[in-house]
């Protein structure tokens, strides 16, 4: 399995993995040792599809001398390119799209004995969570809640590939985490599009029914208690998740700005499991490029949601996304996302260059590109300014005790643990005995680097159970 761009596409690939060992399949480390190649791809930025093609290119040769290999491409771009991948790369045997990945292995199936078959489907209610599953860590997972988009950013693609936004019903995503607890998850990573819309779709669909205890199934219970009104649930859901006996910490990811409410911002400031990390995609800091990307919000809306959360919220972690140079981004305009950048004092930021995807309506405005260099330059501009605000972060950071889970050995240095705090950032630190991942323990920070912390361990807080499989959940 290779698995490209964002969570959502790497929880896909964990329940195509979890589907392909059902079928009696073994991970291997090289492509040299599969029978089977999955490519999960991404389309949301341009260099995205350039590393697929030149995967696929690379993988001819294989197929050539192993015509048994099989080669499957799943995800974004497959939705979108469709019969357009098997026509550059006709070595493909499965491409399918991202509303039949529970379909992956009959697919395959359905190759080996008739061909190479492409199967798209438009659109399905099916989530990946209803699938089995396999994962790389076992202390931490992540939880779909909804699929698609309802929003029309102008740069990007996804609600044309993964459709409208629907929820995932209430009931059915609590059982998933406690299914999850049981087998030793602590953090949980609830991910959408749009998080903070979850449940609209749910509650405009009751409106007006006779409330009843199957209600409760759909939209839980907190709504079935109040006033019956269409709403979203995402707050609520965040409590629920939290009281699940077990879960330790709660992260979520995406919300949008215009959506984030003061019920979220409640939530994190009064639940102690949810962490105090807040990503905020900015996008841009010029009102006039927000409102070319129709997004919904000012760079003064954004600026005031972030000092609300961190009135509420002091000790408040901040990541971003921003896109340099869409069309027509000046100048002026580039410099005001440097100010709000600098001002809002980004943890950590997601930077990417602006790439037109074609059918969106940014993608039009071919006369208003920025050029190539001039984004590069942008780009240089504003990773400066992004690592000093992460820097001073982290050196803030400098004397704490955190509480830090486990991951492993340091990939620089045997003789040292890696762990992430609540805020997301990642801690080195020595440790002379053995910890097992997903334990917690406490980290005096000693050291602030620009991308992480340097600590010494104070105590081992709980010792990670020894791992369990993970149920497969069917709903
Ligand atoms: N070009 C560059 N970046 C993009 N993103 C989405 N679409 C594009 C695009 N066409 C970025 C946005 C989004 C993140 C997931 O990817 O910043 O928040
Ligand atoms: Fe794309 Fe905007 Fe939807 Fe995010 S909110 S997925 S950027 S359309």
């Given at each position: 399995?290779?698995?490209?761009?964002?969570?959502?596409?790497?929880?896909?690939?964990?329940?195509?993995?979890?589907?392909?060992?059902?079928?009696?399949?073994?991970?291997?480390?090289?492509?040299?040792?599969?029978?089977?190649?999955?490519?999960?791809?991404?389309?949301?930025?341009?260099?995205?599809?350039?590393?697929?093609?030149?995967?696929l290119g690379n993988l001819k040769k294989l197929k050539e001398e192993r015509p048994d290999l099989q080669i499957a491409v799943g995800g974004c771009l497959a939705q979108?390119?469709?019969?357009?991948?098997?026509?550059?790369?006709?070595?493909?045997?499965?491409?399918?799209?991202?509303?039949n990945v529970g379909r992956a292995t009959d697919l395959l199936g359905h190759a080996r004995v008739s061909g190479p078959i492409t199967e798209i489907i438009e659109e399905s209610e099916s989530f990946p969570s209803a699938l089995p599953v396999k994962r790389d860590a076992h202390h931490a997972a992540w939880v779909t809640i909804q699929i698609g988009c309802d929003n029309s950013c102008a740069f990007c693609?996804?609600?044309?590939?993964?459709?409208?936004?629907?929820?995932?019903?209430?009931?059915?995503?609590?059982g998933e985490v406690e299914q999850l607890a049981m087998a030793g998850v602590t953090e949980i990573t609830l991910l959408g599009q749009n998080v903070n819309s979850y449940g609209r779709d749910l509650t405009l669909k009751l409106r007006g029914t006779q409330v009843s205890a199957e209600s409760s199934e759909?939209?839980?219970?907190?709504?079935?208690?109040?006033?019956?009104?269409?709403?979203?649930?995402?707050?609520?859901?965040?409590?629920?998740?939290?009281?699940?006996?077990?879960?330790r910490?709660?992260?979520?990811?995406?919300?949008?700005?215009?959506?984030?409410?003061?019920?979220?911002?409640?939530?994190?400031a009064q639940v102690p499991e949810v962490c105090e990390h807040l990503h905020l995609p900015l996008q841009s800091g010029s009102d006039d490029v927000l409102s070319a990307m129709h997004r919904g919000y000012t760079a003064d809306r954004y600026i005031e949601k972030v000092d609300a959360a961190r009135r509420q919220i002091p000790?408040?972690?901040?990541?971003?996304?921003?896109?340099?140079?869409?069309?027509?981004?000046?100048?002026?305009?580039?410099?005001?996302?440097?100010?709000?950048?600098?001002?809002?004092?980004?943890?950590?930021?997601?930077?990417?260059v602006y790439s037109p995807r074609p059918g969106t309506e940014a993608a039009e405005l071919v006369q208003r590109f920025v050029p190539a260099k001039i984004s590069a330059e942008r780009m240089e501009r504003l990773r400066r300014v992004i690592e000093r605000t992460s820097l001073k972060g982290n050196e803030s950071r400098i004397g704490h005790d955190e509480e830090v889970i486990v991951e492993g050995q340091s990939k620089r240095d045997s003789e040292?643990?890696?762990?992430?705090?609540?805020?997301?950032?990642?801690?080195?630190?020595?440790?002379?005995?053995?910890?097992?991942?997903?334990?917690?323990?406490?980290?005096?920070?000693?050291?602030?680097?620009?991308?992480?912390?340097?600590?010494?361990?104070?105590?081992?807080?709980?010792?990670?159970?020894?791992?369990?499989?993970?149920?497969?959940?069917?709903?």
């Open positions: 399995m290779r698995t490209y761009g964002c969570q959502m596409n790497e929880h896909d690939s964990e329940r195509i993995a979890g589907l392909l060992e059902m079928d009696g399949l073994e991970q291997t480390e090289s492509f040299d040792d599969a029978d089977v190649i999955v490519l999960n791809t991404c389309c949301i930025r341009e260099n995205a599809d350039n590393k697929l093609y030149g995967q979108k390119d469709r019969d357009g991948i098997r026509e550059r790369a006709p070595h493909v045997d499965v491409v399918f799209g991202t509303h693609i996804v609600p044309s590939v993964r459709g409208k936004e629907i929820s995932r019903p209430y009931s059915e995503l609590i759909l939209v839980g219970e907190a709504w079935v208690r109040g006033p019956h009104t269409a709403r979203p649930l995402f707050s609520d859901l965040l409590c629920s998740v939290a009281e699940v006996s077990g879960i910490r709660v992260r979520y990811t995406s919300p949008h700005p215009k959506d984030l409410r003061p019920e979220t911002i409640d939530a994190m000790d408040l972690a901040l990541s971003t996304d921003i896109i340099v140079g869409f069309p027509g981004e000046t100048d002026v305009d580039f410099e005001r996302t440097l100010e709000v950048a600098a001002e809002v004092r980004f943890d950590n930021a997601y930077t990417f040292m643990l890696t762990g992430r705090t609540r805020h997301n950032r990642l801690v080195h630190f020595p440790a002379q005995e053995k910890i097992r991942p997903g334990s917690y323990a406490q980290v005096r920070v000693t050291e602030a680097r620009t991308f992480n912390l340097v600590g010494e361990l104070l105590e081992v807080t709980a010792a990670a159970k020894h791992r369990t499989r993970i149920p497969v959940v069917s709903s």
